[in-house]
């Protein structure tokens, strides 16, 4: 005969298996775009609003989908802004903005034979918060880093603090490290700079020396 405590347990048991088939699924949504979404679509939704470029690996994982998917349809993208032919010979239109990998990652830039039309109406419209100032020393800092906020302002041959403060507090430049001997902090530009400018490194900075004197006409003044 069996007691109460092996019916107590026979039916615990048992219930057991109900309790865990009624448990509730998990209705968590799956990250990524729903499957109806085009990969290419998504992507220029994505890079339309971004203000630096986006890794492959970032832009797979905020879709969901595979790299090599998302590789495929940049390249799509890419040749779609070129205005390569389609597939079915139908000839493509080239626009005046190109998907440009920058930084080791993907951007929507304006194309460079646009360059002139679009910084005009930029220095019309919206004209630059760098002053020239600022710009100087920006330049300085780019052709010359890592270098100190004194040899800064000897090149300059005026006070550079504040200026420094203002790159600093924008992001274009960094403190790259601190002379040990001197205490001289020394100042290197960011990637956001590399971004704004759209290149990849600083090697692709145009060279100065072209635009310098050579000294074959003479010097005025020299004692």
Do not use: C
């Not at 005969?1 to 615990?12: I, K, N, P, R």
């Not at 865990?20 to 729903?34: N, R």
């Not at 905020?62 to 890419?78: K, S």
């Not at 930084?103 to 020239?132: A, C, F, H, M």
């Amino acid at each position: 005969m069996a007691s109460d405590a092996d019916v107590t347990e026979g039916t615990t048991a048992a219930s057991a298996p109900d309790r865990a088939e009624e448990t509730v699924p998990d209705e968590t949504p799956a990250p990524g775009i729903p499957d109806h979404i085009e990969v290419e679509r998504a992507l220029e939704a994505i890079l339309m609003i971004v203000d630096e470029p986006q890794s492959l690996i970032g832009l797979a994982s905020a879709l969901g989908r595979p790299v090599g998917v998302v590789r495929a349809a940049i390249a799509a993208l890419v040749a779609d802004y070129d205005g390569e032919a389609s597939e079915d010979g139908t000839p493509g239109t080239r626009r005046g903005f190109e998907l440009r990998e920058v930084g080791g990652g993907w951007r929507i830039y304006v194309r460079g034979e646009y360059d002139d039309v679009v910084r005009d109406y930029v220095q019309t419209q919206n004209p630059s918060k760098l002053s020239q100032a600022a710009l100087e020393t920006l330049a300085v800092i780019a052709y010359k880093q890592p270098i100190s906020r004194g040899s800064i302002a000897s090149i300059r041959a005026v006070n550079v603090d504040s200026v420094v403060r203002t790159l600093l507090g924008r992001g274009l430049i960094t403190e790259a490290f601190t002379d040990s001997e001197t205490g001289a902090i020394h100042y290197a530009t960011t990637d956001l700079l590399l971004t704004q400018l759209g290149i990849n490194s600083l090697d692709e900075l145009p060279q100065i020396s072209p635009l310098l004197d050579d000294g074959s006409a003479g010097f005025d003044d020299v004692r």
